[in-house]
Nanobody, 115 residues
């Protein structure tokens, strides 16, 4: 099993930045990949970014060039640096761990971007 705890959300003005963290209860270096998802009110959860075990990253078109996913294996933590935030980025952001089998989700952290 993997417990995931997200943090770093909050209220920010449009154009601002936030860095989300996802702390895992076990080593992340052995995991297949780690993802960030988000869910806005009244909308389906959508994929935002991922980082694989070999460090390959990918981003949704809506955040490409503004968000950066990274990880610190020593701290068992994955980050999502979010720059140039827009009101449409407002959502609950979730961390997801793919263990080459079961997947695990964190509880989410709220990001609100005011215009």
């Amino acid at each position: 099993q993997v417990q995931l705890v997200e943090s770093g959300g909050g209220l920010v003005q449009a154009g601002g930045s936030l860095r989300l963290s996802c702390a895992a209860s076990r080593s992340i270096s052995s995991l297949n990949r780690m993802d960030w998802y988000r869910q806005a009110p009244g909308k389906q959860r959508e994929w935002v970014a991922h980082i694989t075990s070999d460090g390959t990253t990918a981003y949704a078109d809506s955040v490409n060039g503004r968000f950066t996913i990274s990880r610190d294996n020593a701290k068992n933590t994955v980050y999502l640096q979010m720059n140039s935030l827009k009101p449409e980025d407002t959502a609950v952001y979730y961390c997801r761990a793919d263990t080459w089998g079961p997947v695990y989700w964190g509880q989410g952290t709220q990001v609100t971007v005011s215009s």
